[in-house]
């Protein structure tokens, strides 16, 4: 298991172009920014067992490669969380029951896996910075897209800063100086309660 710990920022879509051909990135990005398509299909029960718990199941496809990712409950305050990721290869776009069943919360021991169904998807093009900034490493992403239920449609603009190594006081560091230029605001919620918030819209 890792866990991850990450700021999640919102921007308007007037903003990209900006933030695209930002100073910052010159200063401290230390290779070329990488942009790829990611589809999502999140997996639930049909009573929501998973979201209740604050626990989100995936299969991500990225390049024609896939894979399955379990993030259990964190926290978040201002748009810095900190939660329990597992993710690892899987041959196709089918859930992979055995290595779930080795990372699966005991608070869920009860749940089958055919009582896991595909509920929603985001599909989204990311735009990837890899910055070094006050001794951390850093990722930078920027995710332009959709979250997707059935015919109901959300937008997904936003800037994720995930720290790779050193202090996480960096990542509010980076926020503020590319806050000077590009209005960001923290934002709390995952792609994952998003698409939920889809499901109980329908």
Same mark, same amino acid.
């Given at each position: 298991?890792?866990?991850?710990?990450?700021?999640?920022?919102?921007l308007?879509?007037?903003?990209?172009?900006?933030?695209?051909?930002?100073?910052?990135?010159?200063?401290?990005?230390? @290779?070329?920014?990488?942009?790829?398509?990611? %589809?999502?299909?999140?997996?639930?029960?049909?009573?929501?067992?998973?979201?209740?718990?604050?626990?989100?199941?995936?299969?991500?496809?990225?390049?024609?490669?896939?894979?399955?990712?379990?993030?259990?409950?964190?926290?978040?305050?201002? %748009?810095?969380?900190?939660? %329990?990721?597992?993710?690892?290869?899987?041959?196709?776009?089918?859930?992979?029951?055995?290595g779930?069943?080795?990372?699966?919360? @005991?608070?869920?021991?009860?749940?089958?896996?055919?009582?896991?169904?595909?509920?929603?998807?985001?599909?989204?093009?990311?735009?990837?910075?890899?910055?070094e900034?006050?001794?951390?490493?850093?990722?930078?992403?920027l995710?332009? %897209?959709?979250?997707?239920?059935?015919?109901?449609?959300?937008?997904?603009?936003?800037?994720?800063? @995930?720290?790779?190594?050193?202090?996480?006081?960096?990542?509010?560091?980076?926020?503020?100086?590319?806050?000077?230029?590009?209005?960001?605001?923290?934002?709390?919620?995952?792609?994952? @309660?998003?698409?939920?918030?889809?499901?109980?819209?329908?």
């Amino acid at each position: 298991m890792s866990f991850e710990t990450e700021l999640k920022l919102s921007l308007s879509e007037n903003s990209i172009s900006q933030l695209k051909t930002h100073s910052f990135w010159k200063k401290f990005a230390v @290779e070329d920014p990488k942009t790829f398509h990611l %589809g999502n299909i999140y997996y639930d029960t049909a009573d929501r067992a998973l979201n209740q718990a604050r626990v989100a199941l995936r299969i991500r496809e990225k390049n024609g490669e896939y894979f399955q990712t379990l993030k259990t409950k964190g926290e978040s305050i201002n %748009g810095l969380t900190r939660r %329990g990721e597992w993710e690892w290869s899987i041959s196709g776009n089918q859930l992979d029951f055995s290595g779930l069943s080795r990372v699966w919360p @005991e608070s869920l021991r009860e749940i089958t896996p055919d009582q896991l169904h595909p509920l929603f998807a985001t599909d989204f093009d990311r735009t990837v910075w890899l910055v070094e900034y006050n001794g951390a490493r850093v990722e930078v992403a920027l995710d332009l %897209g959709l979250v997707k239920s059935g015919d109901a449609r959300s937008p997904i603009c936003e800037l994720e800063l @995930e720290l790779i190594e050193g202090d996480e006081s960096v990542l509010q560091q980076i926020a503020g100086e590319l806050g000077q230029d590009i209005q960001l605001m923290p934002f709390d919620k995952s792609k994952a @309660e998003r698409g939920f918030e889809l499901l109980y819209e329908r």
